[in-house]
């Protein structure tokens, strides 16, 4: 377990797991073979961002969404905040999915877009998460597009996340705090901040 969270909350947690477990095997939302470790391998590694994000208002932007990792989780987790997660999703399926489970677990905080990231009008972003969707070079074009100017984007990335800051940095000039993942060995959540062109 990674925080605490309210019996509510918990509830919460645990339905969604239920849903995306049924939906799973309709649709390939998680690798079938994770799904004995949903807990720890995917929604344990989501709630590590809300161990160090602290939002306070605006929208939270969740790019490639799927199954609704980080996006759903994260949702749930800051409910009671006054956030507006946007999940964007292009796969008409998932999309369905993730309009299906908002809607099942009352998650009235949640929308989604079922539209690829480039072609959606900026955000503006207050913050914005992204987890197993495209390298670090792939990401920044979306960060520059849909994050506010003070606007933090939180990463998870796998063992090759330096490589990946590395050759960003090359195009892009950006703050970056590194966070240790606590379920992946290798693997980092990576805080963005202060994107422009290198
Ligand atoms: C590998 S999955 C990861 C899903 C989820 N974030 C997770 O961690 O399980 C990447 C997802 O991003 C979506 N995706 C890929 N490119 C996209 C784009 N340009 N715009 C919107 N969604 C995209 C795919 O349809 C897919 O559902």
């Known amino acids: 377990m990674i925080g605490d969270v309210s019996r509510e909350t918990q509830g919460l947690l645990d ?5 995306l477990i ?3 095997t309709k649709i390939n939302l998680v690798s079938p073979s994770s799904i004995p470790q949903l807990k720890s391998r995917h929604i344990d590694d989501c709630l590590q961002i809300s ?3 602290k939002p306070d208002k605006g929208i939270w932007a969740d790019l490639g969404s799927g199954g609704g990792l980080p996006g759903i989780v994260l949702s749930i987790i800051f409910a009671s905040r006054p956030i507006r997660f946007i999940l964007l999703e292009s796969d008409q399926r998932k999309a369905t999915f ?3 489970a908002i809607r099942d ?8 877009r079922n539209s690829r ?9 207050a913050y914005l998460s992204a987890r197993a969707l495209a390298p670090l070079p792939r990401l920044m074009p979306y960060l520059d597009r849909h994050l506010a100017r003070n606007g933090q984007a939180w990463l998870m990335k796998g063992e090759k996340w330096q490589a990946e800051v590395d ?8 703050r970056i705090e590194p966070i240790a993942s606590r379920t992946q060995t290798g693997a980092a959540i990576l ?7 290198a």
């Open 117 to 125: 990231i480039e072609a959606v009008e900026p955000l503006n972003a």
């Open 51 to 53: 161990a160090y994000a």
């Open 167 to 174: 050759e960003a940095r090359q195009h892009w000039k950006f």
């Open 191 to 197: 805080k963005i901040s202060e994107v422009s062109d």
């Open 15 to 19: 339905a969604y797991q239920e849903i």
């Open 22 to 24: 049924r939906w799973n």
């Open 98 to 100: 993730l309009r299906s």
């Open 105 to 112: 677990l009352g998650l009235s905080n949640a929308e989604v």
